[in-house]
């Protein structure tokens, strides 16, 4: 069975991370992890702009060298970024010493101090390495978007019936993602039940929460 939210507990353990928007009000943050790619970034970004939402996406740092004039659309569209490290690593599988490396590898191609783990899977010891430079983002709501055994209609329901105010929503900005597929349908779902998107600094109180960025 999937989890579409973290479980619990990640949230006793990994207290100084993001989960949610500290709010009730009716705000949604769209975020997009493991690009820049060409194949899928400018769909994504067509749609949003059609919408004119802003969202935050979490970049590698090796598709941010490898393809700089699709990181650079992102941000001339006025969306955020954030570090996803220079390779899509477990923090499961790697040493704290190497994990660090591969953070601060990706903060030149990738300057942010928010930063996301890929797979959402880091020990404690990392995270307390990364709290010292970086604020941590995990997320309120994961349709599996990138499953090639969730369909478009499947995360679309996923989403109309989950999100809630303050969601953090993680979609994914890679090939193989079903996002284009249902991205526009969910943006006018959730504008026609009155949510507003705002980007991932209105997560922290008293940085974003007077910035414009909703439709």
């Known amino acids: 069975m999937r989890q579409y939210r973290p479980f619990f507990l990640i949230r006793k353990i990994f207290t100084k991370a993001i989960f949610r928007i500290p709010t009730d009000e009716k705000l949604l943050c769209l975020t997009f992890d493991d690009g820049p790619h060409p194949d899928s970034t400018v769909a994504i970004l067509d749609i949003l702009d059609k919408y004119q939402v802003k969202a935050t996406f979490f970049l590698t740092g090796a598709n941010a060298v490898k393809y700089p004039g699709v990181k650079d659309m992102i941000t001339a569209a006025g969306h955020m970024t954030g570090n996803h490290g220079y390779r899509h690593i477990s923090g499961w599988k790697t040493s704290s010493s190497r994990y660090a490396d591969n953070v601060s590898r990706a903060a030149g191609p990738v300057p942010s101090r928010f930063y996301r783990p890929p797979y959402g899977r880091l020990t404690l010891r990392q995270y307390n390495q990364l709290i010292r430079e970086y604020i941590v983002v995990f997320w309120d709501l994961m349709p599996y978007d ?49 949510y507003r998107f705002v980007t991932i600094d209105h997560a922290m109180p008293g940085t974003g929460m007077l910035r414009k960025t909703t439709c």
């Open 146 to 194: 990138f499953s090639g055994s969730q369909s478009a209609a499947k995360c679309l329901s996923i989403l109309r019936k989950r999100i809630r105010p303050g969601s953090i929503i993680v979609l994914h900005d890679s090939p193989d993602s079903k996002v284009t597929g249902f991205l526009a349908e969910f943006i006018e779902y959730a504008s026609g039940e009155g």
